[in-house]
């Protein structure tokens, strides 16, 4: 079902950059972008609308609102069975979910996952434990007779990362991927970075990348694996990412791999 | 398709006001909600996972995230050829659009809205420009050849106005519903009056509803028909609305509409 990119690459423009540099894989990016969310739209399969006439086809779409948190890779839910989505979902356990970020203020700039399985109610007590740890306001309503826990068994998985950054990612793939443990800190390195490192930033450009003017340079980015940038040039902005040494798993260690690589770079 | 609501009445508590106070219909506040939002998840029907075995049913359903606008009452699309949802739609044009709003920190406690239907590409001059109006980027792609607009024909709306308020909301009343015209200034009319008129909402209260003692009130939401406010009680807040004596339309009429309510009180 890989269908190709829906925008055409700027092909005139020689990178900057190394494009075999170390990134995160579409399956390690859907992931990071999921455990941030706990909001999704949930896609069942109605039995037909109420205007329908004897000649509609059953199984309209039905898309609604949810909350959610992942078990391992499968989110888990909790709806009452008085729901459109939980008897849709009792007549065909067929369903998607789709959660999107909501960082650039260009919304197709954000990146979103598709999620495609089976929902299934489900008693196992770990489902549970996920979700309330995750949505705790939740153990108000959660043992109400009508309320019951519900998998998604992902099956197929769908990651847009933004603009032409798009595929089908492998299922296999999915449940081996772990979230950036950068994530929840990425804001406030950006932010320290654009605040106080441009120099540094712009040395590191001048140095490792093919951007050997570099000045002016924002921090875009980052993730285990490195790290993103803008840096101004004549024909515009344009994007550089460099890879730490090696991966890192805190704020800390990135901080130490920065420090190293600009001393690298000073002593070349 | 009428089922009921999700969430129990609290039955035991007395209403503080009239619930016969005029209020917006479930088709005033999606068309309100809808109005509001320009993002949103579309529900199509892909042909079949990739990992499906031979018995596996065709049909499954597909959320991805768009940007649309309303024109009159049908949401336009402005999408690739190359995407997952063209493709759907081109096999099959059944569809739905879920879109939420992100008002209350409680997710569940915010509005949504589903409109259900069948998606078509159109040449319709008049659909291009509502969606330029509403999001003048476009026009920077919307020429590329495999780019297409297409208009969701609504033909069932779902409204769930946040916990236990829902119905299926009539098509005619959809199509004749109108946005309300303070949504755009509501945040600022409720800030208003929360920091400079708290006095004079607690003796609204006192005069025009049964909370014989109110002192500390909070307003919450204002619409062209009314006002809704939180009082604190011994048993905790309570929700009370009341009417503006006719409908506004400006933020100016509400204010003399409130002034007139605050000099009628004194009066008593």
Redesign the interface.
């Known amino acids: 079902?890989s269908?190709?990119?829906?925008?055409p690459r700027r092909s005139d423009e020689e990178p900057l950059y190394d494009l075999d540099v170390a990134t995160p894989s579409h399956a390690e990016q859907a992931r990071t972008l999921i455990e941030q969310e706990?909001?999704a739209?949930?896609?069942?399969?109605?039995p037909g609308?109420?205007?329908a006439k004897d000649d509609e086809?059953a199984?309209?779409?039905?898309?609604?609102?949810v909350?959610f948190a992942l078990e391992t890779s499968d989110p888990i839910l909790l709806v009452?069975e008085?729901?459109?989505h939980t008897?849709n979902l009792r007549l065909d356990p067929?369903?998607?979910?789709?959660a999107?970020e909501r960082r650039a203020a260009?919304?197709?700039a954000?990146g979103?996952v598709?999620l495609?399985?089976s929902c299934r109610p489900t008693d196992d007590e770990s489902a549970r434990a996920a979700y309330l740890e995750r949505l705790p306001?939740a153990a108000y309503?959660c043992d109400f007779k009508d309320f019951n826990f519900w998998r998604l068994r992902v099956?197929?998985i769908?990651f847009?990362g933004g603009y032409g950054r798009m595929s089908?990612v492998d299922?296999a793939a999915w449940r081996a991927a772990t979230p950036d443990p950068l994530a929840p800190h990425r804001e406030r390195i950006v932010e320290h970075m654009n605040d106080d490192h441009v120099d540094a930033m712009a040395l590191l450009c001048r140095t490792f990348s093919k951007a050997h003017d570099a000045e002016q340079v924002t921090m875009t980015a980052v993730d285990r694996y490195g790290f993103e940038m803008s840096v101004v040039t004549e024909r515009g902005p344009r994007p550089v990412r460099l890879a730490f040494p090696e991966a890192v798993t805190t704020p800390d260690a990135a901080r130490q791999a920065l420090v190293a690589l600009v001393a690298d770079a000073r002593a070349r």
Do not use: C, K
């Not at 269908?3 to 925008?7: M, Q, Y």
């Not at 739209?41 to 109605?46: F, R």
């Not at 067929?94 to 789709?98: F, G, I, K, M, W």
């Open positions: 079902m269908r190709g990119h829906a925008t706990q909001t739209s949930l896609g069942t399969l109605a609308l109420d205007t086809p199984s309209h779409p039905y898309v609604s609102f909350t009452s008085m729901a459109e008897q067929r369903a998607s979910l789709l999107a260009d919304p197709l954000n979103r598709t495609l399985g306001n309503y099956e197929s769908r847009i089908w299922a």
